[in-house]
């Protein structure tokens, strides 16, 4: 700030009333930058301060007055037709219609919206109905074909449809990088995935009920965040894009094995896979992974050979009720964040957890913990809810620095421990 600044600055400031100004403009811009209107647009109407809101949420189903330079609108019990495109303010970025699902006519929305949600709408597109400034979609109950009426979006990124299960025909969507399809579950070809809803120019794919058979080489190669949550059919080279860096596999349980996944992969999410994991099934690049489990998963768990969780792996997540023994080396020294099964049934040998771990979620004991089990390495313990066990201080390394035990736990905390435990 320099000396002419400085002084008008300070002249301003040392103003009582210009001072008193300020921050009562302040206090109100605080107290109102949200309001809630539940009863009716009365009290949007006549609410004094409503100049000073950058968010408001109408939770009223009644005709919208009152409305200037919001940023974000939030209209959950909204459903009226939109008559004009002096509906809604022209400031608006973001706009949330919860309940709305009345036919919007061509240019009615404003052409400042960024971010649309859409929610209970479910009405057949047509061109103009969505602003070219959208760069984010979201409509959960659509499903109607698309025809051409995103294609003309070129500013859309991101892409969600909940219920949507057309088939999507050539050119029927933008160059979006985020697709997220929860219903999707026609086959793929080289033809449909590349040249229509798969576009070259993807990031992120998430089919959560995809469950058709992949070929190799038929998503794009620009995919590196790929969520597969229904997929259930072997896996075959090339068929998982080769940049890939985030995959979630959460029903697969067929085979794994050497070139089923990129060297680009860093975080795997696998669940209810029950087979035997070898070694050199998973890439050396891998430095998160979290194996998950279901209900049934108990009866029939996946089982580990030793070297089989790659070297590379600095977080680890093992399966929630995880009944097979843990042996001494299946973990390797590389891990750094641990989080054991919650039920587990075993006794922890020692050694079990390497000397590398900092951060270590442990499981329901069913005994108290020996000394010598938890490497000296660690700073930060945390105890699974449910952990019903005395705890005894020599068995907890100089080196942790927090504790996080369950809000119920019922036993005396040692006086040495009282500073490093929290609930």
């Given amino acids: 700030m320099d000396n002419k600044n400085e002084k008008l600055f300070f002249s301003v400031w040392r103003n009582k009333f210009l001072l008193n100004e300020i921050q009562r403009h302040h206090r109100l811009y605080i107290e109102n930058k949200i309001i809630r209107i539940y009863k009716s647009m009365d009290q949007l109407r006549y609410h004094p301060h409503r100049r000073y809101a950058t968010e408001i949420i109408i939770d009223v189903n009644e005709p919208l007055h009152a409305l200037h330079s919001l940023k974000e609108l939030d209209l959950p019990m909204f459903n009226q037709e939109i008559l004009d495109i002096q509906t809604f303010p022209h400031s608006i970025k973001s706009l949330f219609l919860n309940n709305f699902n009345q036919v919007i006519k061509p240019n009615v929305l404003p052409p400042s919206i960024t971010n649309l949600v859409l929610t209970s709408y479910n009405h057949p597109p047509s061109d103009g109905v969505f602003p070219e400034s959208v760069t984010s979609l979201r409509m ?24 949507f299960n057309q088939v999507i025909k050539p ?24 040249e229509t809803c798969l ?19 038929v998503l794009p190669p620009s995919i590196t965040n790929l969520v597969l949550t229904a ?41 209810n896979h029950s087979k035997e994991l070898l070694e050199h099934d998973l890439p050396s690049s891998i430095t998160e992974l979290h194996f998950d489990s279901n209900i049934g998963y108990s009866f029939n768990p996946i089982r580990f050979q030793t070297n089989s969780i790659p070297p590379s792996v600095k977080k680890l997540i093992l399966p929630d009720n995880h009944s097979q023994p843990l042996q001494v080396g299946t973990i390797p020294n590389s891990v750094v964040d641990l989080e054991l099964p919650i039920i587990y049934s075993h006794p922890l040998q020692v050694g079990t957890i390497p000397n590398s771990v900092t951060y270590l979620t442990l499981p329901l004991l069913s005994s108290p913990l020996q000394v010598g089990l938890l490497p000296e390495s660690l700073t930060k313990l945390t105890f699974s809810k449910g952990f019903d066990q005395p705890i005894d201080p020599a068995t907890i390394p100089q080196s942790v620095t927090q504790i996080l035990l369950p809000r119920y736990y019922r036993y005396p905390i040692p006086n ?3 500073n490093i435990i929290k609930t």
């Avoid at 109950?141 to 979006?153: D, G, Q, T, V």
């Avoid at 579950?185 to 449909?192: A, F, G, W």
């Avoid at 059919?233 to 979630?248: A, D, F, Q, S, T």
């Fill in 140 to 163: 959960n109950n659509f499903n109607h074909p698309l025809s051409n009426s995103l294609a003309k979006l070129h500013s859309l990124k991101t892409l969600y449809l909940q219920e």
């Fill in 171 to 194: 050119n029927e969507l933008p160059s979006i990088t985020n697709l997220s399809l929860s219903h999707y579950n026609h086959p793929l070809s080289d033809e449909i995935s590349i």
């Fill in 199 to 217: 576009t070259p120019s993807i990031e992120t794919l998430k089919l959560l009920g995809f469950n058709q058979v992949i070929k190799p080489n």
């Fill in 231 to 271: 997929y259930n059919h072997p896996l075959e080279p090339h068929v998982i894009p080769p940049n890939v860096k985030k995959l979630h596999l959460t029903s697969y349980n067929c085979n794994l094995g050497k070139h089923l996944f990129p060297n680009t992969l860093q975080h795997l999410v696998i669940s």
């Fill in 416 to 418: 040495s421990l009282l």
